[in-house]
């Protein structure tokens, strides 16, 4: 693929005129190229591969590519690299407020703990409604990041079995997940199984929450049961 080809692909994304469908597409054509600057960037800070760094990144990027005004038509891959260093540089930080917080002995800070709004729930609605079912369908992320945001913020429990079934089949996973009374639990306890579950870390599991919580916040029933501000809710 072409160097224009991606400026035209990018520009696609950028497009609140593009539907999609076209979204979509173009995103699957870039992701290749996405991927490969991610790994390029990560393996120049370090000799040791970091295969969820890289994933984080990729889906990071792409989620700045659904603001309009991010990317203005520059070349792509000069630019995309540019952010991902920066995005890498971002990462950084956080992890080291989050060591900061641990070695003084602090809980680190949240990543928008919603979930105590979402615990009462069950009276009120049995399902997510079809639109949100669709609308978290087309989430550019991967099944493993939809499925740990679901599962943190205790959506997963509104979406249909066979749906829920065929999300968590498709990442290795069965019933029941997530575990029996996992909702009861606090937050730091639900982080510490999922990451015993997926192999992974609690700082890497809050960054994936805290990436992920505008799409939550964006879902119709959030904003109608919960009673957050529409403004919050769009801004995903």
């Not at 190229?33 to 393996?43: E, G, I, N, P, W």
Request: glycine fraction near 4%.
């Amino acid at each position: 693929m072409t160097p224009e080809e991606h400026n035209r692909l990018a520009r696609v994304l950028v497009d609140p005129q593009s539907t999609v469908v076209e979204r979509n597409e173009a995103a699957h054509k870039l992701r290749p190229l996405v991927a490969k600057l991610a790994r390029s960037v990560v393996r120049k800070r370090s000799l040791n591969r970091h295969d969820d760094l890289i994933d984080d990144l990729t889906q990071t990027l792409f989620l700045k590519l659904a603001q309009p005004t991010v990317y203005r038509g520059q070349p792509f891959a000069p630019w995309c690299k540019a952010v991902l260093n920066n995005l890498l540089n971002e990462s950084h930080r956080r992890n080291r407020r989050l060591r900061l917080h641990t070695d003084q002995g602090e809980s680190p800070p949240e990543p928008g703990a919603i979930e105590p709004r979402f615990r009462n729930l069950d009276d009120r609605m049995e399902r997510l409604p079809q639109d949100d079912l669709e609308r978290i369908e087309t989430w550019e992320c991967s099944n493993r990041d939809r499925v740990i945001a679901l599962a943190v913020f205790l959506i997963d429990r509104y979406v249909p079995d066979d749906i829920w079934s065929g999300w968590i089949g498709s990442i290795g996973l069965s019933r029941p997940f997530p575990p029996e009374d996992f909702k009861e639990l606090q937050l730091t306890d639900r982080y510490r199984i999922l990451a015993a579950i997926f192999g992974t870390t609690v700082v890497n599991l809050r960054q994936i929450a805290s990436r992920m919580r505008p799409r939550i916040m964006g879902l119709r029933f959030i904003r109608e049961y919960t009673g957050v501000d529409r403004a919050e809710g769009d801004r995903r």
